[in-house]
């Protein structure tokens, strides 16, 4: 259950005159980030290139990964020396297993059932050197703004409104969720996006060694 590579296009058809906006919530994990000087950082879901912009501005190289390709087009005009690569997260990814060291995931792994959402981070886990880390942001429950509660449910706190599906996670969901990983930092937290207050979930998250 995942909206099609046209919607992605379509929210991405904006005026691509002007760089993309990120916040600083990397910069915390400026330690972990640090440890992937040597390996690309694979920035999942990229959209139209936040993240990917302030890891290469901290001199990171970035492999910008997402399923529209009007997104990756956006990427590649601001952010040239990034490379980009076309990914479905909804299926096996594109990469060598132990390949990674660190894999960010912001605000694109809340779109699935719960098997398949299991299945990704195995995934990622497979993608993972031992010891690498998944740093990511989730929906929260208290994300009313941007639909928490909203349409039909179809699992505990996921959702179908008008032919799109959106996950929200709670704290025990997220535990459950990472119950294979070493989960080393958790918090709920508040951003601005589209000039209203996001509510969500981010987390650092190694894989075992």
């Known amino acids: 259950m995942q909206a099609g590579q046209p919607y992605w296009d379509h929210i991405f058809a904006e005026p691509q005159d002007s760089k993309p906006d990120y916040?600083?919530?990397?910069?915390?994990?400026?330690?972990?980030?640090?440890?992937?000087?040597e390996i690309p950082i694979l920035d999942l879901g990229c959209g139209a290139?936040?993240?990917?912009?302030?890891?290469?501005e901290l001199g990171y190289r970035v492999i910008a990964c997402d399923f529209s390709d009007v997104a990756l087009s956006r990427v590649k005009m601001h952010i040239p020396s990034a490379e980009v690569r076309k990914v479905n997260l909804a299926e096996l990814l594109p990469f060598e297993k132990n390949s990674a060291q660190v894999i960010v995931a912001d605000l694109s792994l809340h779109y699935f059932s719960w098997e398949k959402t299991e299945a990704i981070f195995?995934?990622?886990?497979?993608?993972?050197?031992?010891?690498?880390?998944?740093?990511?942001?989730?929906?929260?429950?208290?994300?009313?703004?941007?639909?928490?509660?909203?349409?039909?449910?179809?699992?505990p706190r996921f959702y179908e409104q008008s032919g799109q599906f959106k996950?929200?996670?709670?704290?025990?969901?997220?535990i459950r969720l990472l119950s294979n990983w070493q989960l080393e930092f958790i918090q709920e937290a508040t951003m601005n996006r589209y000039h209203k207050p996001k509510k969500l979930w981010e987390f650092a998250a190694a894989k075992p060694k």
């Open 122 to 155: 195995n995934e990622l886990q497979r993608v993972l050197v031992p010891g690498g880390h998944l740093l990511c942001r989730v929906n929260s429950i208290q994300d009313v703004h941007f639909g928490a509660g909203e349409g039909n449910e179809i699992e």
């Open 49 to 56: 290139g936040g993240d990917t912009l302030c890891l290469t």
């Open 23 to 37: 916040d600083d919530w990397l910069l915390k994990h400026k330690g972990l980030l640090e440890a992937s000087r």
């Open 167 to 174: 996950r929200f996670f709670n704290r025990d969901d997220l």
